[in-house]
């Protein structure tokens, strides 16, 4: 049986509908039981995903960087890891080196000087061939 999560956005609480059927769940008009209200909002809810403890993907700039500050090479990883998720496409293949790098906890620093030392080796005087610099 499909069910649903929501929440209204008159009083804030949440509401799980259940139907026998899709049919029924796309012609039933759903109102919140609590207020009457018709202004709900579907939680989506993202599942079989083994997630950190905290989300790290909600956090602001400045709890990010305490993290970064902290530096805990998992609780980073998990982060980039995280943030790489929302990312439409995929993230940036180095962002994934880095994460898994994180994941298996090496520390941050040597990862930095690691793909300082290769980039300055690697690309001295030519153009990488993925360029996709400009828009779209
Ligand atoms: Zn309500």
């Known amino acids: 049986m499909p069910s649903y999560d929501y929440r209204c956005k008159n009083c804030g609480r949440p509401?799980?509908?259940s139907y026998k059927t899709y049919k029924d769940y796309d012609a039933a008009s759903r109102v919140c039981p609590h207020c009457g209200s018709a202004d709900l909002t579907r939680i989506i809810n993202r599942i079989a995903?083994?997630?950190p403890s905290?989300?790290?993907?909600?956090?602001?700039?400045?709890e990010m960087l305490s993290v970064f500050e902290g530096g805990k090479s998992?609780?980073?990883g998990a982060m980039f890891?995280?943030?790489?998720?929302?990312?439409?496409?995929?993230?940036?293949?180095?962002?994934?080196?880095?994460t898994e790098r994180l994941l298996k906890g090496d520390k941050p620093e040597k990862i930095e000087s690691d793909l300082q030392a290769s980039a300055s080796?690697?690309?001295?005087?030519?153009?990488?061939?993925?360029?996709?610099?400009?828009?779209?």
């Not at 905290?54 to 400045?62: A, F, L, T, V």
């Not at 943030?83 to 080196?97: H, L, N, R, S």
């Open 15 to 17: 509401t799980t509908f």
């Open 49 to 51: 995903i083994a997630r």
């Open 54 to 62: 905290r989300d790290y993907s909600g956090m602001s700039p400045q």
């Open 74 to 76: 998992e609780e980073m």
């Open 81 to 98: 890891q995280q943030v790489a998720d929302t990312v439409p496409g995929g993230a940036d293949p180095q962002i994934k080196e880095v």
């Open 121 to 136: 080796a690697a690309t001295p005087a030519a153009s990488p061939p993925t360029s996709t610099s400009g828009s779209e």
